[in-house]
């Protein structure tokens, strides 16, 4: 089955948002305010958003735009502004998100964004094209501090290391990780 949809999912007054393109996943949670559901109706409820739709949707979600959405069946109505779109909602089975990301973490690495993502960009100009393959290394330092290293080998433009430090604070270890630096890049972008 095509997953490659937005799974919006709502629990109690939290509205859970993932999304996979079937390589990469991503996950946003949001209390909202509902109205009060009748106590038979308090489970998770859920609906599968196709791509097309949902990108259409975003382009009129500007700041402070409101959204109203209606369910009923298979299909979607939903309202932001003068907008109102029906959408035919995926009929998919999305993959079991809340057991794909991890609930504890080993380590935990903090990198100044702009400082990562120019990182990034240096070694997307130089990782092999079709791969985007970039090792990175984590690596913690004295009080906190600590520093984040990459390469990047292309067998036709040679090799990047590249390295930062300034801003970076790891709690302990080190860690050596080979990463998709596009789909880093496309995480940090938005």
Known sequence: ANICCIHIEREGATVHVATTD??????????LAFPELPAD?????SLNLPKRPATVLASYLTDGADCEVRVS????????????????????VFPPWRTIFPVE????CRIPRRDLQAMIDR?????????????FTFTAGAAGSG?????????????????????VIMDTGAVVSSMNAAYIHDAITH
């Open 41 to 45: 109706a308090r489970e998770v409820q």
């Open 105 to 108: 973490h080993k380590h935990t």
């Open 22 to 31: 079937g390589h990469r996943m991503m996950h946003a949670a949001m209390p």
């Open 147 to 167: 520093e984040v290293s990459l390469t990047a080998d292309n067998p036709d433009m040679g090799v990047l290391h590249d390295a930062l430090d300034k801003g």
């Open 73 to 92: 069946g298979k299909s979607a109505v939903f309202t932001v502004g003068q907008l109102r779109a029906v959408v035919k909602l995926a009929d998919v």
């Open 123 to 135: 070694a997307l100009a130089m990782a092999e094209s079709t791969s985007h393959m970039a090792k």
